[in-house]
């Protein structure tokens, strides 16, 4: 071997190590967690399971039922309702019945928490429109219960159903639905027999991204009176200081989420059986009269009750709000503050890896490019409470070996440079959203014909040449919506926020969450409303790519 080969080969190998570092330091919680729950203290374990862990999972498995029922029925709904019939509207509707996506779930829960309030405006209007002066003469079922939070929890997540469904129902043929027709079928038995079955792995994809999020909220639950897996590992860990309590529970929420993706890959699986030859897409059906308005009622109820009542009450509050003190207090400032270097940060770090890893298995040498891909993807299943549980070890282990570094260097004082700084959530970010980047990325690798960078070996460039030469200048629109993407996520974390901030240290969401747990909304609406400003970004630009794909 040569020694230009000799040098390329071992710049080639760095790039390769350091990528399977990044990709294995997703899987050191998971094994660290493994750790914890066989080797802690089972003194608390009798109690755990019997008054904790019980109730827990079965409260958690009935909302997780009772959203994907939710979902399945609004997403699938809306995404029917909008390829199958042309009604005023329609063309609106298309994109916002994306836009809950925009307010987080605890974001939702809190909003809805004031307004569905015995002396709210909701129930205040009824009454009076029913002639009732008093709440004990008519009053609401109570948002705080199992029905509200599968209520509030599934017109928050409909749009991953929503999304994956309608997709479905674009590429599918109008011929099939008529050969139905021709064989006697009515359009609603074509709808069960021929359309339903054929988007069934859709409607299950986003049923199970759905699902991952509702394991994931932790401040939605709390607020409204739900004690969830996800709850219980927050009280265990906080309240009761018990970690290998915490990372037993965690144990049976990653049973539930590895049992949600078994039933998501089946379906991807079999998705190929829902791609038909497309002779001609499906054509809406025009409605008129009655029809259009029970279509034009039914499409915009999902998009007024998961969206706009929210939105309008954050708006509303605010501007009383900042009526009443004139400015943002010094708190809500820092904590904005803190939430936008902390998601830059995440997002620089994110990308950066996403980037080599995307870049590392295009290499056609590279054989594990599909194993690479699956266990850099999995932080994005883990539910961030279980996620925080393990990486506290590693943290202490980091944090243990750069004091003694330091305190050799410089005679330093043993601190928490890890714990005690931004890097923690840095890193659980990094883990967590990894996901995004390296699906982005490599999709868009996968639309980089392999000829140019032949061309350009042919040409005497190396592969690094090739990457920032050409690679690079194609990739920049999946940078930026990677980016964007991860920036966002990033600005709405609250499991893992909670549990690894450092003292004193407040996001936009660990603040709402703070307000909320005491009762003070005052500038709870305000953060709120941060949040949802930003989320907005990326449902745009979602909705401009869905807009472009229907026309």
């Known amino acids: ?121 909701i129930q205040s209007l009824i009454r009076d429109i029913l002639g009732y002066t008093s709440p004990r003469q008519f009053r609401l079922p109570d948002v705080r219960s199992m029905p509200g ?115 998501e890959r089946i379906s991807r699986q079999r998705r190929r059986y829902s791609n038909t030859q497309r002779l001609h897409p499906i054509q809406p059906q025009k409605l008129h009269g009655k029809a259009a308005l029970i279509a034009l009622i039914l499409g915009w109820i999902p998009v007024i009750i998961g969206f706009v009542f929210p939105a309008l009450y954050l708006i509303i509050e605010t501007i009383v709000r900042l009526e009443q003190v004139g400015s943002i207090s010094s708190g809500l400032l820092k904590s904005t503050i803190n939430t936008l270097s902390l998601a830059a940060c995440a997002t620089l770090f994110t990308v950066l890896i996403g980037l080599l890893i995307a870049w590392v298995i295009r290499n056609p040498h590279f054989r594990h490019g599909k194993f690479m891909v699956r266990l850099g993807s999995l932080g994005y299943a883990i539910p961030g409470s279980v996620l925080a549980i393990g990486l506290l070890t590693p943290f202490n282990l980091l944090d243990d070996g750069i004091s003694h570094l330091m305190n050799f260097i410089t005679g330093a004082p043993p601190q928490l440079y890890i714990m005690g700084s931004m890097a923690g959530l840095v890193i659980a970010y990094c883990i967590r959203f990894l996901a995004i980047t390296i699906g982005s990325f490599e999709s868009a690798f996968a639309r980089i014909p392999m000829s140019l960078d032949n061309a350009a070996r042919s040409l005497g460039q190396t592969e690094e040449q090739t990457f920032r030469k050409i690679h690079l200048p194609l990739l920049r629109p999946a940078l930026g919506a990677a980016a964007l993407l991860v920036f966002v996520d990033a600005m709405k974390e609250l499991s893992a926020t909670l549990l690894l901030r450092p003292l004193s240290f407040e996001t936009l ?15 709870g609406a305000i953060a709120a409303l941060l949040i949802v400003i930003v989320g907005l970004l990326p449902v745009i630009l979602l909705a401009r790519t869905q807009t472009n794909k229907e026309y």
């Open 149 to 263: 939070a599968i209520l509030i929890l599934g017109f928050a997540l409909y749009p991953y159903v929503y999304l994956s469904t309608r997709v479905m129902f674009m590429t599918q043929s109008a011929n099939l639905v008529e050969a139905a027709r021709t064989l006697g079928c009515t359009p609603t038995q074509a709808f069960h027999r021929v359309i339903v079955p054929m988007a069934r792995p859709a409607i299950v994809i986003g049923i199970s991204l759905a699902l991952l999020e509702t394991l994931n909220d932790i401040g939605a639950s709390e607020f409204l009176g739900i004690q969830t897996l996800t709850v219980s590992i927050y009280t265990t860990w906080v309240s009761r200081s018990n970690l290998a309590g915490a990372a037993q529970i965690a144990i049976f929420m990653l049973l539930i989420v590895t049992f949600i993706i078994y039933i």
């Open 1 to 121: 071997m040569t020694v230009p080969r000799l040098e390329k080969h071992n710049k080639w190998t760095r790039w390769k190590s350091l990528a399977w570092f990044f990709t294995l330091c997703v899987i050191a919680p998971v094994a660290t967690l493994l750790i914890l729950a066989t080797t802690g203290n089972f003194e608390h374990w009798h109690n755990l399971l019997q008054y904790v862990i019980p109730q827990a999972t079965l409260n958690t498995l009935i909302l997780l039922l009772g959203v994907a029922i939710v979902v399945g029925l609004l997403g699938a709904g809306s995404a029917w309702l909008t390829s199958a019939f042309d009604f005023p509207t329609r063309k609106v509707l298309l994109w916002a019945l994306l836009l809950p996506l925009a307010v987080p779930t605890y974001i939702m829960a809190f909003a809805y928490l004031d307004l569905m309030h015995p002396l709210g405006p």
């Open 509 to 523: 969401a660990t603040w709402l969450y703070a307000e909320a747990a005491r009762g003070t909304y005052e500038e």
